[in-house]
Structure formats: C-alpha cells, structure tokens
C-alpha cells in the first residue's frame, strides 16, 4: 500500500527554467513532509521540509507548497541547474507513528544545459 | 565530519545464503535507522534504534532479518536465508535527536544486493 506517491518517474527541464515535482498522499494523519535529493551510488540528503500548519517554506531556489485538501505536495527549484539533477524522493509522517517516514517512488530530474 | 559509513557497498549472494550488512553512524547519533530501498520504489524502513534499543521492527522481516546495534553504535543487519526478492539497496541512516522532527537523517552509501 503506497502512502505517498510521485506519479512522474522523470523529468527534463532546461537550465534556468522552473522544476516541479509533485507528490501526492493518501493519509490524512500525514502532518509533516520532506524531499531528499539522491545522487547517483550515494544516500539521500535532505533537501527541505514543510509542517501541515503551513502551506509554503522557502529556502533558496527551493520551495516546497502543501496542499492539504488535495492530499499534494510539490517542490519548485527555481532556477533549475545541471547539478539539481537527481533523483527526488518526498516523504511523509505522522506525529504519533514516532519517526517514520514513508517515502515515495522518486522523480528523476534532468536538467538540460 | 565523517559521514555515515557502510560495508560492502555490493553484495551477490546466492538465494538461501546469509548474508550481513554493517553500519557506522556518524559520532554522537543517537538514533540508527535500516531502510530497504528496491528498485523503483522509495527508501522502507525495516527497523529504527535509539542507542542500542528498538524503537521500531514492525516492518521487519523477523522470521529472516535479523538487526543488531551493540553499544548503541554501529549496527549489522542479516538476512538469513536470502530469497530473491530481497535484492535491493540498504540503506543505513543516523540521526541526532530522536524525536519525531530530527528530519536530519544522514544516509549512507548504501549496500547493493543481488541474490541470484
């Protein structure tokens, strides 16, 4: 049962332009998510989070909107760099399940110079 | 700072063979985390320690996988026997604080299995 889903396994945007990756949830009780970037033989790292009793956090060329009554979460990178691309992995979690989070499929994203 | 380290970053096993992972966290973290990441899908946590105690097993495998922190710092994690189906990367993260908003997880490399 996949809580938390990234429909779009790739993506391809030029240097510059605007990424956005969309995620999508199903539980409800989901109140705080994340995106990792992941590289190539490397773990993810974290890129940023938001709180449900927020729907935008910003930081830098990152900006991460939560829409609640969609179940929907995106990441804009603006503007988009070569070395943005990776892969992206968003993440979810309850407040009362400890600390797990569920992650998504991932997105690829390349950014063409 | 050292990163989280992991070992062997590859693995080939055949299928009903054992097999053991190790993890070194980063110094001072509290909290160890084991994912299981198969191919196409999103990181899935098998088991969480807060220094040398569970927090969270219940995706783990018990009847297989079997995971280890002894004095609350590095960590194994086995698989006994492999079926095919566990091939994929595992992946070993460490944490500072072990409440619920330590988003800072710190992942490894990773180990990559293949049980053929």
């Known amino acids: 049962d996949q809580q938390v889903k990234q429909n779009s396994p790739s993506l391809s945007v030029q240097e510059g332009r605007i990424s956005i990756l969309n995620c999508d949830y199903t539980?409800?009780?989901?109140?705080?998510f994340l995106w990792y970037k992941k590289y190539p033989a490397e773990g993810p790292t974290f890129l940023i989070s938001?709180?449900?009793?927020?729907d935008k956090n910003e930081d830098g060329r990152f900006t991460v909107f939560l829409n609640k009554s969609a179940k929907h979460l995106s990441l804009h990178i603006v503007p988009s760099q070569p070395g943005d691309s990776a892969v992206y992995f968003c993440a979810a979690s309850v407040a009362n399940t400890g600390n797990q989070f569920y992650f998504g499929t991932g997105t690829s994203l390349t950014v063409i110079p | 700072e050292a990163g989280v380290a992991q070992s062997p970053r590859y693995k080939i096993i055949e299928k009903r063979q054992s097999v053991a992972f190790w993890c070194n966290p980063i110094s001072g973290h509290a909290t160890l985390y084991w994912y299981q990441q198969i191919l196409g899908q999103g990181p899935k946590l098998l088991i969480q320690f807060q220094n040398n105690g569970v927090v969270d097993d219940s995706q783990l495998p018990k009847d297989r996988f079997s995971a280890e922190r002894l004095k609350g710092v590095d960590s194994t994690l086995k698989i006994q026997p492999a079926k095919l189906e566990d091939s994929a990367v595992y992946l070993c993260?460490?944490?500072?604080?072990?409440?619920?908003?330590?988003?800072?997880?710190?992942f490894g490399p990773g180990t990559r299995l293949t049980v053929t």
């Open positions: 539980n409800s009780m989901f109140d705080y």
């Open positions: 993260a460490s944490s500072l604080r072990p409440d619920r908003f330590s988003y800072e997880q710190y």
């Open positions: 938001i709180s449900s009793i927020k």
